[in-house]
């Protein structure tokens, strides 16, 4: 089994900053990516920021210049810089991981999601 489990959401003005968190946890033989997307009321969910096991990141152009991915391989955490918050920001943010069990079969796994709210 993996195990992923997020942290930082929350309350911020527009403007302010957030820094979300995610701890992956499990029998995880191989990870070829770990991403964030974000799913809000009435919206399918939608890829926010990606990174490979290589380093290379993918953003989502609405948030291009604000948020920045970033991942510790040896402490399994991968987590989500984001600034300039504005309101259209506001979903639930998931964190994924593409990779490879121990028994050699890939898969992606999600976590339960964490709530961010920008507002005034």
């Known amino acids: 089994q993996v195990q992923l489990v997020e942290s930082g959401g929350g309350l911020v003005q527009p403007g302010g900053s957030l820094r979300l968190s995610c701890a992956a946890s499990?029998?995880?033989?191989?990870?070829?990516?770990m991403g964030w997307y974000r799913q809000a009321p009435g919206n399918q969910r939608e890829l926010v920021a990606k990174?490979?096991?290589?380093?290379?990141?993918n953003y989502a152009d609405s948030v291009k210049g604000r948020f920045t991915i970033s991942r510790d391989k040896s402490k399994k955490t991968m987590s989500l810089q984001m600034n300039s918050l504005n309101p259209e920001d506001t979903a639930v943010y998931y964190c994924?991981?593409?990779?490879?069990?121990?028994?050699?079969?890939?898969?992606?796994?999600w976590g339960q999601g964490t709530q961010v709210i920008v507002s005034s």
């Open positions: 499990g029998n995880i033989f191989n990870t070829y990516a």
């Open positions: 990174i490979t096991s290589s380093g290379s990141t």
């Open positions: 994924n991981l593409e990779g490879r069990t121990m028994l050699l079969q890939d898969s992606t796994w």
